[in-house]
């Protein structure tokens, strides 16, 4: 068998065609762009790519951006104010905090800072227990957006996903813990393996469903995967090129080339979870434009 590839830039790209056709409707409907703050503390090389794609790309949709840099010693109560402004800021509707923050900053204190109503990243502790909950809830919450890009995916391979047993390889509050409530909502049987967990091979052979979120290059082998699973490799690790040692590249935490001979489909790395999740960001905020309005 070899697995179809889950397109992560085709599927992206429609996400973000149908966020694009809502900022349209709501600039026509409310006289003015929804608009993302994006707040971002010290220079952090990979942040500040990050960053700049997220604001490149919510310019791209027709969304305003207001981006605020702030030095790496900002006080975490200066944070909590700028956080403060936004939140009162009636022309932001969505406002993200780039992670990680310098260490005397507690991230915890400046995420619910955030008004819920403007979490596009939905890691606010209230969003978190709405979609714990689940049900109509979490239709009033906003989810996290990589979990949520990876569900995407999912539902255009199986739009059905009653039953079947998931299994997902982390537990971190941004992907693992979130993907395992979005499936259950699903009616998933969900497991979480994580770095303590014994024995993970047998567990992730009964998955019908395998999503990796470690961390670690290739982890998951072929013969870790039961033939016909569906794999969504969130990890994104730079390693050196074989081919070149001079160089380096990325790969995810699946053995892509070995997995594919044994899954029904699978995401590839780069080009699969990682583009969802901006344009996750962007269905967010619009989504969070449209309910502050209502
Ligand atoms: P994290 O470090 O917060 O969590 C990693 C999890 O892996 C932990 O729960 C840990 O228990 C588990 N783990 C560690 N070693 C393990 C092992 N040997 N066996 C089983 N489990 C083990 O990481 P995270 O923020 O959840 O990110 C995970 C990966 O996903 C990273 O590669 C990150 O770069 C990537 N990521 C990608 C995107 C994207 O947009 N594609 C977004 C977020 C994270």
New binding site residues.
């Given amino acids: 068998m070899t697995a179809s590839i889950i397109d992560g830039k085709i599927i992206s790209a429609e996400v973000r065609a149908e966020a694009k056709l809502e900022v349209e409707r709501f600039t026509e409907l409310y006289k003015t762009k929804p608009c993302l703050a994006v707040v971002l503390v010290g220079e952090n090389p990979a942040s500040q790519v990050y960053v700049r794609t997220k604001s490149k790309m919510a310019k791209e949709i027709g969304m305003d951006v207001e981006d605020h840099i702030k030095q790496k010693d900002i006080s975490e109560e200066d944070l909590i104010g700028i956080i403060y402004e936004l939140n009162n800021n009636k022309r932001v509707n969505g406002i993200l905090v780039q992670l990680p923050l310098p260490d005397h900053i507690d991230s915890r204190v400046i995420i619910d800072a955030i008004d819920p109503k403007k979490d596009a990243d939905g890691f606010h502790a209230l969003n978190v227990g709405r979609n714990s909950i689940g049900g109509d809830l979490l239709k009033k919450s906003f989810v996290p957006c990589?979990p949520l890009g990876c569900f995407l995916m999912l539902k255009r391979s199986v739009p059905n996903l009653a039953g079947m047993h998931a299994v997902i390889?982390?537990?971190?509050n941004?992907?693992?813990k979130p993907m395992a409530q979005l499936l259950l909502e699903e009616s998933c049987t969900v497991t979480i393996?994580?770095?303590k967990?014994k024995d993970?091979e047998t567990i992730t052979r009964q998955a019908d469903i395998l999503v990796a979120?470690?961390?670690?290059p290739l982890?998951v082998k072929a013969d870790w995967i039961k033939s016909g699973a569906i794999v969504i490799d969130?990890?994104?690790?730079r390693v050196e090129s074989l081919d070149d040692t001079s160089k380096t590249k990325l790969v995810g935490?699946v053995d892509f080339a070995n997995a594919i001979n044994i899954a029904s489909a699978i995401t590839p790395v780069p080009g699969g979870?990682?583009p969802m999740?901006i344009a996750c960001l962007l269905k967010n905020t619009v989504e969070a434009a449209f309910r502050q309005q209502n």
């Fill in positions: 990589t390889i982390g537990r971190s941004i992907v693992g393996v994580h770095s967990t993970l979120a470690v961390g670690k982890m969130v990890g994104i690790n935490d979870v990682g999740t």
